[in-house]
């Protein structure tokens, strides 16, 4: 992403009715533009393509808004812009403020390492009372497109993925597809959809206090956001790719899911092993893009013969 001038972001919070003296541009924020505005307000984009679209970014504010009286956690809270609404639109590019929430992250998605036990225990005890807190909750209509959307990106992956791991994600898939058509709409549950510590806020007391980047939630199977922490939970790029059966139970077992559960939740870990290696070939401006996608191969290669 591109620095943007001064008198461009001012071009863009005016439009909100703010006026700031400092910025500071979050780095770690690699698929969208991220500044924090005089330590108050958080000016964020969205660059409006493939899942991430208009009605998706309407669905992000109507499922917090549901959610928002049913758990302690707190979101983003759009402010509206001049014209009444709360997205303000630069070509394919939707801008938004929030003012920020109190507290920090104390890392993101490629240095998880830094995390000690009880941080760790703590974020898949939060997931779970997110998840309890917001299960039933919401009674719009959410497109069930999750298969969908992950059969079209596994089509993406057939020139360099091997045959045989082709066939157990295809495998994979069809228990996902299963599980994502039998759930009950009572058991579905609020799914941030981008679960990791980058996007978890912690107060001064170290304990986790709100989320951000939701723009890919959905409600749905709890086992979506489960799987995607779980999997990135796996990785450390400091060492070569290495898999220890028992530390993926560790933490399905901080979550709390039965051992028939467990059985299904490995095959979203299989889905989300492919996707990460799908997105890291797919993305050309992150750097050391061939670094990320042949670590995650390894492991999605590994996991494929563990638990596939």
């Not at 492919?274 to 390894?298: C, H, I, M, T, V």
Request: net charge neutral.
């Amino acid at each position: 992403m591109v620095d943007l001038t001064d008198q461009q972001i001012r071009a863009i919070t005016s439009e909100f009715n703010i006026n700031f003296s400092k910025k500071s541009r979050i780095k770690e924020a690699i698929v969208s533009s991220v500044y924090i505005l005089d330590d108050i307000f958080v000016l964020r984009s969205q660059t409006l393509e493939g899942v991430r679209t208009v009605n998706q970014l309407r669905l992000e504010r109507k499922l917090i808004k549901s959610v928002r009286g049913n758990t302690h956690f707190l979101f983003p809270d759009l402010m509206k812009n001049k014209s009444g609404d709360f997205f303000f639109f630069q070509e394919n590019v939707a801008w938004m403020i929030y003012p920020i929430i109190p507290g920090k992250t104390l890392c993101t998605w490629y240095d998880l390492y830094k995390l000690n036990d009880d941080e760790r225990k703590n974020i898949f005890l939060a997931l779970r009372q997110l998840h309890n807190d917001t299960r039933g909750v919401y009674n719009g209509i959410v497109e069930n497109s999750f298969v969908k959307l992950a059969e079209e990106k596994l089509e993406q992956g057939e020139e360099w993925l091997p045959m045989d791991q082709f066939k157990k994600i295809k495998k994979a898939l069809k228990v996902i597809e299963s599980t994502e058509k039998s759930i009950l709409r009572k058991d579905c549950c609020f799914i941030h959809g981008d679960f990791h510590a980058g996007n978890i806020i912690f107060n001064e007391k170290s304990e986790i206090s709100g989320f951000v980047d939701t723009d890919l939630c959905s409600f749905g199977p709890f086992y979506q956001d489960l799987a995607y922490s779980i999997e990135l939970f796996l990785v450390d790029y400091r060492h070569p790719v290495a898999f220890d059966p028992k530390i993926l139970r560790k933490y399905a077992g901080l979550y709390g899911v039965s051992e028939v559960e467990y059985k299904i939740l490995l095959n979203y870990i299989i889905w989300y092993a492919y996707r990460e290696a799908w997105f890291f070939n797919d993305s050309g401006f992150l750097p050391n893009q061939k670094f990320y996608f042949e670590y995650q191969k390894n492991m999605l290669r590994i996991l494929c013969n563990e638990i596939g």
